[in-house]
């Protein structure tokens, strides 16, 4: 053994004893006759001392120790002298009096220091990813992830979950976004594609008498990365036999309770988690991932505007667009830059703008206000009853800023619940210490693609409508809910799942309304759908990404801080320099020719 105790370990406890520990040089200080060093490990430091009079050979050989080298240290501890003691380290009370000391290996010097709230730049930090996870708050990070596929690991297990692996090389799966592909060396000119998820194997296994199984399972997307999103990133995949929706919500909301009571117990969980539907969501917040934790609804002034003689509101009311505001409680006093800020913060979210109406905090109330209490571009172009029937519908009291955006539904719903989001932080609103799930229920089956000029999944082709909307499949198919849910968490979609269609006829409808060929259907449906023909239970399930829960667990705003090795926003691993160009002769074997980088 190289060590009896890690360096985090000792205590005043073990004064007198004689022990020997190994780890990385943290720093190395010379004072004449002493030389100190902090020996660094995963679990902490531990300060050792070479004293010239007692082990002179000793400290010689900490003379020339350098960062990061790796040592192993014998020596006894002993209570550090008066007035030297550190209160921030758990081994802050002692050190050790070294009496040898072996140089394991040597190091370059770091390209950082292994200290944590450094400001470094991502791609350093990835490319020394063996440097960066030296860190304590990274190694608290992957803990943190270890514990929490531990516990959903035994929530699982212990609720008749079977753990089943499903492969990795295998064919296009129905998420929607573009596929990695691999090419087979023995099938020349055929590819396999990656998973996107293990959605039809899953089902498959339904259909195979598992009952409930689970995953966590490696989904890999082609996409566009957004600050959330990797190139591959794991979800907690589940399928459950003979359940409705109900079902698979419960079991949800008892794993996360649990998820979150064990790894972060000083974070409160309301309970029971709130069910909203989606059209309510997208009323009351705009958005389909509301963060309960603070109010700000978003109101709807669209009719009270319509006949406002403001060329604007008409228009968009007329062409039927949305005019929706927020209440921004006590801030009448931000001023012209503060508000700009926001219009800016607007038009990236892709508003044309913000109309912000201050209401003057010297007005008594509503009713008696004045035009001269209210400050805003729109003052002159609207009544003044108007302007207040718009404050009353909002809820804004003197002292309140409105922020009004106008335009098509869908872009007002986008950016005014980006800004909603936005002021609550900047109000500091959402407690920090509350996490606050809700489940988003009765999604529509179908969204409008306007680049296809057609419907499309909402969610993926295989989620069931409800019972009572089968019917307005053939007649009104954007008016179809599904048996659809996600689970949202503080503002942030933590997964979604729903009960899946095993009616042979309104799969067919599906696919039609989708506008997949048989062909089409054949290709990347048919093994699913030839597994159907054989007695397919009812079923369901969800896709919860792990990265996005420990991230939240972590209090991390980037899911690549509780990834061991992610890739840059430009889906590139530094470390490895992957993804990289092949030999000519493994291009020979797979007969691809590369055409032109690009082309
Ligand atoms: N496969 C789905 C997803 O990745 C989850 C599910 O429907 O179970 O979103």
Known sequence: MYRDMTCGEPRRTDTGKTITLAG????????????????RDFSGLMQIVFNEDSAPEAHTIAGD???????????VVQERRAGADNPDLPTGEIELLATDITVLNRSETPPFEIEDDQNIADETRL???????????????????????????????????????????????????????????????????????????????????????????????????????????????????????????????????????????DLEVPSPFPRMTYAEAIERYGSDKPDLRFGMEVSRLTDIVSGSGFGVFESVAASGGAVRAIVAPGCAGYTRRQTDELVEFVRSSGAQGLIPMHISADAASLDTATLDDIRSPIKNHVSLETLKEMAAASGAAPGDLMLIIAGPERVVNVAIS??????????????????????????????????????????????????????????????????????????????????????????????????????????????????????????????????????????????????????????????????????????????????????
């Not at 990385?24 to 020996?39: A, E, P, S, Y």
């Not at 120790?65 to 020596?75: D, F």
């Not at 990274?138 to 979950?161: E, I, P, T, W």
């Not at 936005?422 to 999604?443: H, I, N, Q, T, Y």
């Open 65 to 75: 120790l350098r960062s990061e080298w790796v040592v192993q240290v014998k020596g």
């Open 418 to 599: 980006n800004l909603r989001a936005e002021m609550g932080k900047r109000l500091e609103l959402a407690d920090p210490g509350v996490f606050s799930f809700a489940f988003v229920v009765d999604f529509p089956l179908f969204e409008w693609d306007d680049d296809r000029n057609g419907w499309a999944a909402m969610h993926h082709v295989f989620s069931a409508p409800r019972p009572q909307d089968v019917g307005l499949l053939d007649s009104d198919p954007g008016a179809v809910l599904g048996q659809l849910y996600d689970l949202v968490l503080n503002g942030v979609e933590l997964g979604s799942g729903s009960i899946r269609i095993v009616d042979r006829a309104v799969q067919e409808k599906v696919f039609g309304i989708i506008g997949h060929s048989p062909e089409d259907v054949e290709e990347r449906f048919g093994q699913l759908l030839r597994a159907f023909q054989y007695g397919a239970p009812p079923h369901g399930g969800m896709g919860l990404g792990l990265d996005r829960i420990v991230m939240l667990l972590a209090n991390e705003d980037n899911i690549r801080e509780v990834i061991a090795f992610p890739k840059t926003q430009a889906a590139v691993d530094p470390l490895f320099d992957a993804p990289g160009p092949i030999t000519q002769e493994q291009l020979r074997e797979l007969s691809i020719r590369v055409v032109e980088a690009g082309g």
């Open 127 to 265: 490319r020394y990813r063996f440097i960066d996870l030296r860190r304590p708050r990274m190694y608290k990070n992957l803990k943190l992830r270890h514990d929490v596929v531990q516990v959903a690991r035994d929530y699982m297990c212990s609720h008749g979950f079977l753990e089943i692996e499903t492969p990795i090389l295998l064919k296009s799966t129905p998420e929607g976004a573009r596929d990695y592909v691999v090419p087979s060396r023995v099938h020349p000119g055929s590819f396999y594609a990656l998973p996107q998820s293990p959605q039809q194997l899953k089902q498959i296994l339904m259909v195979s008498g598992v009952d409930r199984y689970f995953q966590f399972a490696h989904c890999f997307r082609d996409e566009d990365l957004r600050a959330d999103r990797q190139p591959e990133h794991t979800q907690l995949d589940f399928e459950m036999s003979f359940v409705e929706q109900d079902d698979v919500l419960e079991v949800l909301e008892e794993l996360y309770t649990k998820l979150v009571h064990e790894t972060r117990p």
């Open 24 to 39: 990385w040089v943290h720093r190395r200080r010379d004072h004449g006759g002493l030389t100190f060093i902090d020996l």
